[in-house]
């Protein structure tokens, strides 16, 4: 199973980017799906995940408020709404799978992205 993460870019601080994540290959039918980040020399941190039926989120501390995660099963799609965008949100967002509860423990995800840069300059 491949994720597919787009709509990463370069964003001026206050701004607003839509990520969005897709699968090849199969579907997200019955997985939990998280966004984790990476920064630069930074270890991967969790951002927000959700419940397959949608119905349950949570987030990071840091992005409550700001960030909404959300998923269209019939388009089989993940998205991960960011608004009033910081510098300090500037890393490599990746999508992930886990068939299991949704967690924010990025070891017990089963499929990852290959991640989408954002850039949030000052």
């Known amino acids: 199973v491949q994720l597919q993460a787009s709509g990463g870019g370069l964003v001026q601080a206050g701004g607003s980017l839509r990520l969005s994540c897709e699968p090849s290959?199969?579907?997200?039918?019955?997985?939990?799906m998280g966004w984790f980040r990476q920064a630069s020399g930074k270890e991967r941190e969790f951002v927000a995940a959700?419940?397959?039926?949608?119905?349950?989120?949570f987030y990071a501390d840091s992005v409550k408020g700001r960030f909404t995660i959300s998923r269209d099963n019939a388009k089989n799609t993940v998205y991960l709404q960011m608004n009033s965008l910081k510098p300090e949100d500037t890393a490599v967002y990746y999508c992930?799978?886990?068939?299991?509860?949704?967690?924010?423990?990025?070891?017990?995800?089963?499929?990852w992205g290959q991640g989408t840069k954002v850039t949030v300059s000052s």
């Open positions: 992930a799978a886990n068939a299991g509860p949704a967690t924010v423990v990025a070891e017990r995800y089963d499929y």
């Open positions: 290959g199969r579907t997200f039918s019955g997985y939990d």
């Open positions: 959700i419940r397959w039926s949608g119905g349950i989120t």
